[in-house]
């Protein structure tokens, strides 16, 4: 059976990119013809700048919002990355094959660690190593497929490329997997930028929907959301980044083409209201579920508990394998 895994990092409330780009596909297809399972990346979060106490009630968070997205414990695992130890072993062996010309060449890396210098601070060695550690979350897992947005599809194929480079070195280890990014939104833009990515840890928020907004902050952002110059709507990401973004959001709620939809409006005011109007319909369910969920903090836990359990016991005879294959002395 096909395997998928797949990680959400508790840096800020998760966003409307964050839903669109991969939590739907989870929600709607992964968890129902594989083995899925869905990570509350937390390690990742320490990456930057970090308030510990904002990224343990963002954790809770997450994995509160992944249930009320949708993913249902019976079909799929559902657990905290730091619960699991085989993440950071296996993510030393595989820094053991890396090089730092691959981590500095991320494009990810690049833009935080540029926003971290901006911002007076220092970049952390764990930003740079960090895709080295999503590649151990995927790899212990023996994953087929990992669905993200775009932004992550670079992180997947260094991960390809360590995979294949330990299984030719030390004897076959790891499955070599593959990124599966959605057809519409895979990278869903800011609303007030529509030329960089709607980001949960963006200190500008007016242009980002996050999935917790009320119906009328929604609204409220989507009216406010920067079109470009001109009138007409038409789906051209180079000449109409906003009213593109707009097309495109709209497309993921309603499944139909942003092709088509362009071809049917003629005032960028229509589509806003539109577009805001379906992505409230769309985030209703999961606010409502979310609520039941925050009443009952134990099952939450319990999913957590039973998720930790299940992912160690499929990623430990992996990284031990790992470790055998390297060079490594079994413990005596
Ligand atoms: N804007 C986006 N459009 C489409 N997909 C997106 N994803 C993130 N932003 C967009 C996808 O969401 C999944 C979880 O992302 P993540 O938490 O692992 O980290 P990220 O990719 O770095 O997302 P953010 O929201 O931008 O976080 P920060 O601001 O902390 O960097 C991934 O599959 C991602 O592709």
Same mark, same amino acid.
């Given at each position: 059976m096909t395997r998928i895994f797949s990680g959400i990092k508790p =840096? @800020?409330?998760?966003? /409307? #990119?964050?839903?669109?780009g991969a939590v739907r596909q989870w929600v709607?297809? %992964?968890?129902?013809?594989a083995e899925a399972l869905f990570c509350v990346v937390d390690l990742h979060a320490l990456t930057v700048e970090h308030d510990p106490a904002r990224v343990r009630r963002l954790s809770r968070q997450a994995a509160t919002l992944l249930l009320a997205a949708g993913l249902d414990p019976a079909h799929c695992t559902v657990f905290v990355q730091s619960h699991v130890d085989?993440? =950071?072993?296996l993510a030393y062996l595989l820094e053991c094959t890396a090089t %730092? #010309? +691959?981590? !500095?060449?991320?494009?990810?890396?690049?833009?935080?660690?540029a926003r971290e210098r901006a911002t007076g601070g220092?970049?952390?060695?764990?930003?740079? =190593?960090?895709?080295v550690l999503m590649a151990a979350d995927i790899l212990a897992y023996g994953a087929d497929e990992v669905p993200v947005g775009d932004d992550q599809a670079?992180?997947?194929?260094? =991960?390809?490329? /360590?995979?294949a480079r330990f299984n030719q070195r030390y004897g076959h280890a790891f499955t070599v997997p593959r990124a599966v990014l959605p057809t519409v939104a895979a990278r869903v833009m800011d609303l007030q930028d529509p030329t960089s990515k709607m980001g949960k840890s963006h200190a500008e928020t007016s242009g980002i929907v996050y999935l917790l907004d009320e119906p009328d902050v929604v609204h409220k952002k989507v009216m406010r959301a920067v079109t470009d110059s001109g009138s007409e709507v038409t789906y051209d990401r180079e @000449?109409?980044? #906003?009213?593109t973004n707009l097309l495109e959001i709209l497309a993921a709620c309603t499944h139909r083409s942003p092709v088509e939809l362009a071809a049917s409006y003629a005032s960028y005011g229509a589509l806003k209201r539109d577009t805001a109007d379906a992505v409230v319909e769309l985030l209703r369910?999961?606010? +409502? !579920? *979310?609520?039941? /969920?925050?009443?009952?903090? #134990? *099952?939450?836990d319990e999913v957590l508990r039973a998720g930790a359990e299940q992912a160690r016991s499929l990623a430990r005879p992996t990284v031990d394998a790992a470790y055998r294959a390297i060079g490594l002395m079994p413990p005596l």
């Open positions: =840096t @800020g409330h998760l966003t /409307l #990119g964050n839903y669109l709607d297809t %992964d968890q129902h013809r085989e993440h =950071t072993r %730092d #010309g +691959e981590m !500095r060449r991320m494009i990810q890396y690049k833009e935080k660690a220092s970049v952390r060695l764990s930003l740079l =190593t960090y895709p670079q992180h997947v194929e260094l =991960t390809r490329d /360590l995979a @000449g109409q980044p #906003g009213v369910p999961v606010r +409502e !579920r *979310h609520a039941r /969920l925050c009443a009952d903090p #134990g *099952h939450v």
